[in-house]
């Protein structure tokens, strides 16, 4: 397994604000993935972001509105630009392990006013 | 349709019960199944991983999957007030996971 922590824990923003999630591993990774969930929700996968290549997003995500930057194997950010009240959701990373299994970081609760 | 089906729950069972929950799949190329647990406020947490038709075991939990009839459950035997939480299965095909909608269960004591 791997030990994931993400900050902010939580934050309230302002509309048409931005805010960018850190998640940090404690061993180097391959894959990472940001999930959203909004309230009472499963999970959504916003993309993958594998370190040395441009991350991929899934349908109804775009890259000017959740920009991601992987740096290096321990270490993503994912932007959450422009926000709207319906950003207001838990953001969530996650890494991947060769045996296809994912581990989740604690979250990231937004509120947008 | 969606791809993996789960009921929402809520699930209230009495402390010591044996619960079961469920998810069904639509697409038979999947191949891996895990049982995440959720509690409230935190993120998921993975309980059960499993890639074959049959039984897996962990402590009080097993996971089944019948890959032939595209079923998957988790059982918890002795259900206990601490076991209260949401338990999401979610399956693998190719280079994503898919999740289905999560049950709340809740054990009293």
Redesign the interface.
């Given at each position: 397994?791997a030990v994931?922590s993400q900050k902010p824990s939580r934050d309230i923003c302002q509309r048409g604000t931005s805010l960018t999630i850190q998640c940090q591993v404690d061993s180097q990774v391959t894959m990472m993935?940001w999930y959203r969930q909004q309230p009472g929700?499963?999970?959504t996968?916003i993309a993958?972001a594998n370190q040395g290549s441009e991350a991929t997003y899934e349908s109804g995500f775009v890259i000017d509105k959740f920009p991601i930057s992987r740096p290096n194997l321990t270490f993503s950010t994912l932007t959450v630009s422009n926000m709207s009240p319906e950003d207001s959701s838990i953001y969530?990373c996650s890494v991947g392990t060769g045996?296809?299994?994912?581990?989740?970081?604690?979250?990231t609760?937004l509120t947008v006013l | 349709q969606k791809e993996v089906e789960q009921d929402p729950g809520p699930l209230s069972v009495p402390e010591g019960a044996i619960v079961s929950l469920n998810c069904t799949y639509s697409n038979s190329a999947f191949q891996y199944f895990m049982w995440y647990r959720q509690y409230s406020r935190k993120g998921p947490e993975l309980l059960m991983y499993t890639y074959s038709s049959g039984n897996k075991e962990d402590g009080r939990f097993t996971a089944q999957v019948d890959k032939s009839s595209k079923y998957i459950s988790l059982f918890i035997r002795d259900s206990q007030p601490s076991d209260s939480a949401t338990y999401l299965c979610a399956i693998w095909a190719g280079n994503m996971l898919t999740f289905g909608g999560g049950t709340r269960l809740m054990v009293k004591p």
């Open positions: 397994s994931i993935f929700q499963s999970l996968l993958t969530l045996h296809n299994e994912q581990f989740f970081g604690p979250g609760r | -």
